[in-house]
């Protein structure tokens, strides 16, 4: 069955620093990949979308890479602050799926720490 | 902006109690959704629909059903609620040809519903 994974534990990240959240899948023959940010209580809000023929894509302090071989996107945050700290979470399209073939993560809390 | 509605932000019912989610958006998106979030387990998928009058099951469809009468306006429903039916629960649109879904959804801030 398909499977996205992120990591569940908190990631704590000094202010300025660089942020790397990590999302592997299995099982998937992707169309695209997409990360949204989630703050407490709200909806999550959509940053970015990388298709399957990219390696990269950047927005601002925003960087997503997609690796098909290792079944892998990396998100970064450079220059991190305290206003990026929510839940990362990343979801997956699988080639040929219809609208409910959009998978989820289940997010990654990330710590922005001044 | 794309805007997506949902009509109430917290609800208190009680088990056995009939309970109406409405969802509007404002940008003639072909494609709704309805999602459930609880910790540990992640968004899943209830429904969705891509067409007016046309829906279909997600991952989770029981113990819920959906209406699509325009467009704009998603409902889903929960004929006899559970306590295991208290849930964030949010929605989503998208553009969208046929079943495809073309782009990124957007999501309304969520009805926290709480089952006693």
């Known amino acids: 069955s398909q499977k996205i994974e992120q990591n569940s534990e908190a990631l704590n990240i000094q202010e300025g620093k660089t942020a790397t959240l990590t999302c592997n899948y299995t099982n998937y023959s992707p169309a695209y990949l997409q990360w949204y940010r989630q703050d407490p209580g709200r909806g999550p809000v959509f940053l970015l979308l990388?298709?399957?023929?990219?390696k990269e894509k950047r927005k601002e302090r925003l960087k997503v890479t997609f690796d098909t071989t290792l079944k892998q996107s990396l998100f970064h945050i450079t220059a991190s602050q305290p206003a990026d700290s929510a839940t990362y979470l990343c979801?997956?399209?699988?080639?040929?799926?219809?609208?409910?073939?959009?998978?989820f993560g289940k997010g990654t809390h990330l710590i922005i720490q001044p | 902006d794309v805007k997506v509605t949902q009509s109430s932000r917290y609800l208190v019912k009680r088990t056995g109690e009939k309970v109406f989610l409405e969802c509007v958006q404002d940008m003639d998106h072909e494609n709704m959704f309805w999602y459930r979030q609880d910790p540990g387990l992640g968004l899943r998928l209830i429904y969705f629909?891509?067409?007016?009058?046309?829906?279909e099951k997600g991952d989770i469809p029981e113990g819920y059903s959906v209406s699509r009468e325009k467009k704009e306006r998603f409902s889903l429903i929960l004929e006899s609620a559970s306590t295991n039916q208290t849930s964030m629960y949010l929605c989503a649109s998208s553009l969208g040809r046929g079943r495809t879904l073309i782009g990124e959804l957007f999501f309304g801030e969520g009805s926290r519903l709480t089952v006693l």
């Open positions: 629909s891509y067409d007016v009058k046309m829906k």
């Open positions: 990388i298709r399957e023929n990219e």
């Open positions: 979801a997956l399209l699988y080639s040929g799926g219809g609208a409910d073939g959009l998978t």
